[in-house]
């Protein structure tokens, strides 16, 4: 991640501090493409268990994850299409900024998300669906 203190260090160096500031751009987008993933898990996650007959535990936490992969996937392949049509015009679409592992780490990312949202987010979100549900029956 991009901070100050980085920025610093590099620019001490003799052309650090524009590689830095180009950096920057891709770090702050590979950050935000973790946000989905971790969005996506929760509604994948609550969907899975209220609508199939998967319980808590390993078999849940792969569906969400792999489901977070499709959605991500998906996504990229809207990319790739839209690079196939506009030929040149999409280069400022897809924002790879000279990164030939942009979609790879676009997925990559949404899978961390995932991981760390279910990690970090399983008991909380357990509790609401229980009362949820408990309030449903009501």
Same mark, same amino acid.
């Given at each position: !991640?991009?901070?100050?203190?980085?920025?610093?260090?590099?620019?001490?160096?003799?052309?650090?501090?524009?590689?830095?500031?180009?950096?920057?751009?891709?770090?702050?987008?590979?950050?935000?493409?973790?946000?989905?993933?971790?969005?996506?898990?929760?509604?994948?996650?609550?969907?899975? =268990?209220?609508?199939?007959?998967?319980?808590?535990?390993?078999? =849940?936490? +792969?569906?969400?994850?792999?489901?977070?992969?499709?959605?991500?996937?998906?996504?990229?392949?809207?990319?790739?299409?839209?690079?196939?049509?506009?030929?040149?015009?999409?280069?400022? +679409?897809?924002?790879?900024?000279?990164?030939?592992?942009?979609? /790879?780490?676009? !997925? +990559?990312?949404?899978?961390?998300?995932?991981?760390?949202?279910?990690?970090?987010?399983?008991?909380?979100?357990?509790? /609401?669906?229980?009362?949820?549900?408990?309030?449903?029956?009501?």
């Amino acid at each position: !991640m991009w901070s100050l203190a980085r920025y610093v260090e590099a620019s001490r160096s003799p052309g650090g501090a524009a590689r830095r500031v180009r950096r920057a751009p891709k770090d702050a987008a590979r950050l935000g493409h973790s946000a989905p993933g971790s969005v996506q898990a929760i509604g994948a996650g609550w969907s899975v =268990l209220r609508r199939t007959p998967v319980t808590r535990g390993k078999w =849940l936490f +792969f569906i969400v994850t792999c489901i977070c992969l499709a959605i991500s996937a998906c996504y990229e392949f809207i990319e790739w299409g839209t690079a196939v049509v506009g030929g040149s015009s999409a280069d400022a +679409f897809l924002g790879t900024q000279g990164d030939i592992w942009d979609t /790879q780490w676009d !997925m +990559f990312t949404a899978l961390w998300g995932a991981i760390i949202s279910q990690l970090l987010l399983a008991r909380v979100h357990d509790r /609401q669906l229980a009362a949820l549900i408990g309030h449903e029956g009501a």
